[in-house]
DNA sequence: GCCAACGTTGGC
DNA sequence: GCCAACGTTGGC
């Protein structure tokens, strides 16, 4: 099982709308890089949930992949922000996720904190400059992650 | 609002 | 294939 960390603007879709949702499709990702990682993703893998652009960013919660390689629809709606008009539905280009709300951490991570705990080789999120909003979070990583969350999946 | 770091686009 | 211009992300 991979651990990953997903990105999103909480104010735009946060931990919280995820509880209530209990499912959502992890769409509207229009980076090759960020799609690439998607779709490397397998059916039970864990998703941290970092909140972006908050005050503080840091990691919020967990999630599970419940279903993969799902065409984005939104790449195909003229109403969309993300509408792609060069995909064909044929061949689409954004392939995403389902994910399961798994539990929005006890204790939030902030970003100046996660700064301190762990280098960029840890943590690729920390490299300077790094905008990927979908990243793969080494094992050894992901469970000093969930032992700091106080994580119901702590070892 | 600024800026760094990329990714994408389009002219040639 | 090169590269300048432009757009986007996201921290500060």
């Given at each position: 099982m991979?651990?990953?960390?997903y990105k999103s603007e909480p104010?735009?879709?946060?931990?919280e709308h995820l509880r209530r949702d209990g499912t959502t499709l992890w769409d509207g990702v229009r980076n090759y890089q960020a799609r690439n990682n998607l779709m490397a993703a397998r059916i039970g893998d864990r998703a941290f949930f970092?909140?972006?652009s908050a005050k503080p960013p840091g990691v919020a919660g967990l999630m599970e992949v419940v279903e993969t390689r799902v065409v984005d629809p939104t790449q195909f709606d003229?109403?969309?922000k993300y509408f792609d008009p060069a995909s064909k539905p044929g061949d689409p280009r954004w392939i995403t996720v389902?994910?399961?709300y798994v539990e929005?951490?006890?204790q939030f991570l902030a970003l100046p904190f996660l700064r301190q705990t762990f280098t960029a080789k840890q943590l690729p999120i920390l490299a300077r400059g790094n905008r990927l909003s979908v990243t793969r979070v080494p094992p050894a990583t992901?469970?000093?992650?969930l032992d700091l969350t106080g994580s119901t999946e702590r070892s």
């Open positions: 991979k651990h990953w960390l104010e735009v879709y946060g931990i970092y909140h972006s003229p109403e969309s389902r994910v399961q929005a951490f006890e992901a469970r000093r992650l």
